[in-house]
């Protein structure tokens, strides 16, 4: 059984940091990439990083680049998103999710392109 599960989220004071955890089974885990997506009360999902379990390319949405970092830890099944100078705009629920390497645009955040879903965690910065 396919399982992706975020842990981290909390409330944190504008310009604090967290970092999110993603910790993943019932796959291959070298053959996919993982994505970090965010949805806020009223908006679309969108995707804020992802990295390739293969190579390690990582990805960033303009919005977090310079202030987030993805990385992955391979021997763990987990990748990691560390998010520091946090803004009331990263209020979000949080969800990774998983894309296969081969034939998918993983690396364009595109939420279709992604196969299996967590079930995310609640960030929260208070404005």
């Known amino acids: 059984e396919v399982q992706l599960v975020e842990s981290g989220g909390y409330l944190v004071q504008a310009g604090g940091s967290l970092r999110l955890s993603c910790a993943a089974s019932?796959?291959?885990?070298?053959?996919?990439?993982i994505g970090w997506f965010r949805q806020a009360p009223g908006k679309e999902r969108e995707g804020v990083s992802c990295?390739?379990?293969?190579?390690?390319?990582?990805y960033y949405a303009d919005s977090v680049k310079g202030r987030f970092t993805i990385s992955s830890d391979n021997a763990k099944n987990t990748v990691y998103l560390q998010m520091n100078s946090l803004k009331p705009e990263d209020t979000a629920v949080y969800y990774c999710?998983?894309?296969?390497?081969?034939?998918?645009?993983?690396?364009?955040?595109?939420?279709?392109?992604?196969?299996?879903w967590g079930q995310g965690t609640q960030v929260t910065v208070p404005s």
């Open positions: 999710a998983a894309a296969s390497l081969y034939g998918s645009r993983w690396y364009q955040l595109f939420r279709e392109e992604y196969d299996y």
């Open positions: 019932g796959f291959t885990f070298d053959d996919y990439a």
């Open positions: 990295i390739s379990s293969g190579d390690g390319s990582t």
